[in-house]
């Protein structure tokens, strides 16, 4: 007995309905990105793993896809050496190769390998696969699309501003209601130099980061862990606890932090950030409810925001949908270093990426797809012999040429059958053309909804089903 076909875990099939919900997606996020001056690139699924590794942290190493070399990879070695050598060493020899992670990393890569090519500042959109080799949960998958915009060349932090516009503007159209959190690495290394630790800022990050998922005496047990001192933790507390408006917690952790050169200069830029937000048209960002204080939007300031990349070296943004529970859907931040591990020191960036899995989920439980936009054929010509058809065919042909998603049934099969087909496909209009209308050069239009028939000329036909 054959064995029942499958695909692995953590990815999925997407039918026809799932595809035209998918497509709604991209193109309402590419139609936001080009809006704001950002051009399209793509990159390699695959990508060398020097490439890769080392630029998502000691876990991020670890969920990398590694493409086994083709040929005699075991080539020189013998069983013993194969049988005594670590798993991890094997696959640094075995393997030369790995699906992309992220579309960050290969975007640095792109920019360095390009570079007499590309102007500067350069404003970049992708809309590609990733990979990972993650624990697949709800929201959560191992073959997954991300939507990354960024812009590299610039210092300016108007860019984080137009980012922040672009997130509104992409989640207003779709019609889901967001929190944008937002806080800066720079912040969070001045706190682990005022309370001592600042060898420790990535064990600090790494923990306080889970703060909502595993609440806050696990945070501090991670931390003590971590061998951060007692001292320390206490200092953490009242920082990790803070509540406020964005503007009241700028100006507490502004005083925590008047002795740390670094946190001081990220405090400054979260006062612009916020400050400009806060000064666009109380409209301008409608996906976002209004709250107290800095400006009229739900972008609250967070300073247990960390996100686990280690790139990141400025502001760093997370969006969460507000009505359904799940991960975060979007995140980003400021990369300054980024291009520098491949040879181009000194170049600034900032990016924000679009989890397009997470907002298909998003958009599927809310029920926020435009019933038109995803809708396959709107009208369908039923086949009642080779006379009727040949009958039909140009005026299909005149249907699709005025933008109609048409389909002339391929069959002479019973009318039963092809009715159903309409049903089933849920197309709304269905042409009939026999002999009496043939003799007046009209067709019987069929609104498969009401039930409501009229015989109709092309034009008429036309002007119905676009109206």
């Known amino acids: 007995m054959a064995q029942k076909p499958s695909i692995p875990k953590g990815t999925r099939d997407f039918g026809p309905l799932e595809m035209a919900k998918r497509n709604y997606i991209f193109n309402t996020v590419r139609g936001v990105f080009e809006q704001y001056g950002f051009r399209q690139i793509e990159t390699p ?15 991020g190493d670890k969920l990398l896809f590694k493409i086994l070399n083709s040929g005699d990879f075991l080539h020189g070695m013998t069983a013993d050496e194969v049988a005594n050598t670590s798993a991890t060493k094997l696959a640094a020899r075995f393997c030369e190769k790995g699906l992309r992670y992220d579309l960050t990393v290969p975007f640095a890569r792109y ?32 073959e997954f699309y991300q939507c990354d915009v960024d812009v590299v060349g610039s210092d300016s932090l108007l860019n984080e501003v137009d980012l922040m516009q672009i997130t509104d503007d992409i989640f207003t159209k779709f019609g889901v209601r967001v929190q944008i959190k937002i806080n800066n690495r720079k912040i969070l290394t001045g706190i682990a130099e005022v309370i ?41 507390q009242p920082i990790i606890k803070m509540e406020g408006t964005n503007a009241q917690k700028l100006d507490i952790i502004a005083d925590v932090l008047k002795k740390s050169e670094t946190g001081t200069k990220g405090v400054e830029e979260m006062r612009f950030i916020l400050g400009q937000l ?24 967070d300073l247990t925001l960390a996100r686990g990349l280690n790139y990141y070296t400025g502001a760093i943004f997370e969006v969460k949908a507000l009505d ?42 809310l029920d926020l797809y435009p019933k038109e936009l995803i809708t396959g054929t709107q009208l369908l010509f039923i086949n009642f012999g080779e006379k009727e ?76 089903i676009k109206s």
């Not at 699924?45 to 876990?59: I, P, R, V």
């Not at 998922?213 to 862990?225: H, P, Q, S, T, Y």
Request: charged share 25%; aromatic share 6%.
């Open 389 to 464: 058809t040949e009958y039909c065919l140009p005026i299909a042909r005149k249907a699709r040429k005025a933008g109609i998603r048409t389909e002339v049934y391929a069959d002479n099969a019973k009318m039963k059958k092809q009715m159903s087909y309409a049903n089933a496909l849920n197309i709304p209009y269905v042409a009939l053309a026999g002999e009496n209308e043939i003799k007046e050069g009209k067709v019987t239009l069929k609104n498969m909804l009401t039930g409501e028939q009229q015989l109709v000329s092309t034009e008429e036909l036309i002007d119905i």
């Open 196 to 236: 001592g630790e600042a060898e420790k800022i990535v064990d600090i990050t790494v923990a306080i980061d889970k703060l909502d998922k595993i609440g806050l005496d696990a945070v501090n047990e991670e931390l003590k862990d971590n061998g951060i001192s007692d001292e320390a933790i206490e200092k953490l």
């Open 278 to 301: 806060g000064a666009l048209d109380t409209d301008g960002l409608t996906s976002l409810p209004k709250m107290e204080g800095w400006g009229s939007a739900n972008v609250q300031l």
């Open 45 to 59: 699924a695959q990508e060398n793993l020097s490439t890769l590794m080392g630029k998502y942290g000691e876990e």
């Open 111 to 142: 920019v360095v390998q390009h570079r007499e090519e590309l102007q500067m500042p350069f404003k970049r959109y992708q809309i590609q696969p990733v990979w990972r080799a993650d624990r697949p949960q709800k929201g959560r998958y191992r």
């Open 324 to 365: 359904v529970q799940i991960g975060s859907i979007t995140g980003g931040g400021r990369y300054d270093n980024l291009t520098g591990i491949f040879g181009m020191p000194g170049l600034s960036g900032v990016g924000i990426s679009f989890g397009a899995d997470r907002i298909y989920d998003v958009l599927n439980q």
